[in-house]
Nanobody, 128 residues
């Protein structure tokens, strides 16, 4: 397992952009597939975006496709989530996760059980 630390959340108005970052507090993320999930108040945690360890393949939830972009910089051991045109419904705690089951993603999608390590989360609040 790897300890992950998210940053970049905050309180913003609708329409602006935010970029979340996720970095390990110890070991590198270079060999892990990575993902972002979010949990809104009163709702279950949901998948947002994922990226394979090489950065070659990315996957998105339908609700954020075209609005969010996941990327990684293995030299900096950091994964990013660029969130544009934020909406109040994007308000949630955003979690970074590390795993290694990306071979299955194209066939059945990304699942939270594919990830064994999770960060503590960063709050994103979008006001209207």
């Amino acid at each position: 397992q790897v300890q992950l630390v998210e940053s970049g959340g905050g309180l913003v108005q609708a329409g602006v952009s935010l970029r979340l970052s996720c970095a390990p507090s110890g070991r590198t993320t270079g060999t892990y597939d990575m993902g972002w999930f979010r949990q809104a108040p009163g709702k279950e945690r949901e998948f947002v975006a994922a990226i394979t360890w090489s950065g070659r393949n990315t996957y998105y939830a339908h609700s954020v496709k075209g609005q969010f972009t996941i990327s990684r910089d293995n030299a900096r051991n950091t994964v990013y989530l660029q969130m544009n045109s934020l909406k109040p419904e994007d308000t949630a705690v955003y979690y970074c996760a590390a795993g290694g089951n990306s071979a299955s993603w194209g066939r059945r999608g990304v699942q939270s059980t594919d990830f064994g390590s999770w960060g503590q989360g960063t709050q994103v609040t979008v006001s209207s």
